[in-house]
C-alpha cells in the first residue's frame, strides 16, 4: 500500500534548486517495484503509459475501471506513496472520481485542463470551480496537481497565461501546478507567480531533471516516455530473436 498524501506533500517542499522530486512513471505493478527499489521516494503514473499498457490510446481511451485498477495495482506494489494521472476525471463528478482515486490507493493525482476528445482548453474559471469541488471531497487526503495546457493547446502560449489560470487553481485548493511543455527558461517565472510548486515534464534530449529543477521546476515528471522507452528497448529484443 502506497503512502500518505501528507508523505507525498511533504516531498515538495524544502528542496534546493538542484534537487527537484523526480517521480517516475510505472505502468504496471513491476515497473512501479523497478522504481521504488531504485529508491525513488514517491510515484506518479502516466495516463499515456497506463493505457499503452492496456492496449487503449491516451485521452480517455481507457475505461475508466480499467485505469482505476491498474492504479490499484501499481500502488498495492509498493510502500511509497503514489499519484495517479487520471487525464481531465473521465466526466466523472468530483465525489465519485475521489472516491474511485482513494479506493485505488492514490494520495495523488494529476488533473489537466483541456477536452481530450476536442484539445480545447476548458474555462479556467469552470476548471478551478472543479477543482475545488475535488478539494472539498478529498480534504487533506490527494495532493493535487493541476496541468495547465496553455503550451500544449493554448493560442497564448506565454508564462502570463499559464499564471492567469494557475492562480485560480491554486485558489481552488491544487497543490501543484504543472504547465505541461513550458520551455525550461520559462518555468522560474511560472513558479514566482503562482506561488505553488511546479511540476515540469522531462522528456529525451531535454534538460535533465537537475536541470530542470536549477530553471524552476520543483518537481519533475515523464509523462508516457519511460513506458515507451522500455517498449523500444522491447522491441529491440524483439527484433534481436528473428535474427
Known amino acids: 500500500m502506497s503512502g500518505t498524501a501528507s508523505a507525498l506533500l511533504a516531498l515538495h517542499h524544502g528542496r534546493a534548486a538542484d534537487d527537484p522530486l523526480v517521480l517516475p512513471g510505472p505502468w504496471d505493478a513491476a515497473s512501479a517495484r523497478v522504481f521504488a527499489d531504485a529508491g525513488f521516494p514517491a510515484l506518479a503514473t502516466p495516463s499515456a503509459g497506463v493505457s499503452a499498457s492496456l492496449g487503449y490510446s491516451d485521452g480517455h481511451g481507457t475505461p475508466p475501471a480499467e485505469m482505476f485498477a491498474a492504479i490499484r495495482r501499481i500502488t498495492r506494489a509498493v510502500e511509497v506513496p503514489v499519484s495517479a494521472d487520471v487525464e481531465a476525471g473521465y466526466g466523472l463528478p468530483a465525489k465519485e472520481l475521489v472516491e474511485r482515486l482513494l479506493d485505488a490507493g492514490a494520495v495523488g493525482c494529476n488533473l ?35 496541468r495547465v495546457d496553455v503550451y500544449l493547446h493554448g493560442t497564448e502560449r506565454t508564462p502570463a497565461a499559464a499564471v ?80
Open 164 to 243: 492567469a489560470r494557475g492562480l485560480l487553481y491554486a485558489r481552488a485548493g491544487a497543490d501543484v501546478l504543472y504547465p505541461i511543455l513550458a520551455p525550461p527558461a520559462q518555468l522560474a517565472a511560472i513558479a514566482e507567480g503562482v506561488g505553488i510548486p511546479v511540476n515540469a515534464l522531462c522528456k529525451a534530449g531535454g534538460p535533465a531533471p537537475r536541470e530542470l529543477g536549477v530553471f524552476g521546476a520543483t518537481r519533475v515528471t515523464f509523462g508516457g516516455g519511460l513506458q515507451q522507452q522500455a517498449t523500444d528497448a522491447l522491441r529491440a529484443v524483439a527484433e534481436g530473436l528473428t535474427a
Open 112 to 146: 489537466e485542463d483541456s477536452d481530450p476528445a476536442t484539445g480545447a482548453l476548458r474555462d479556467p474559471a469552470a476548471q478551478a470551480e472543479f477543482l475545488a469541488e475535488v478539494r472539498s471531497a478529498a480534504g487533506d487526503a490527494l495532493v493535487i496537481n493541476a
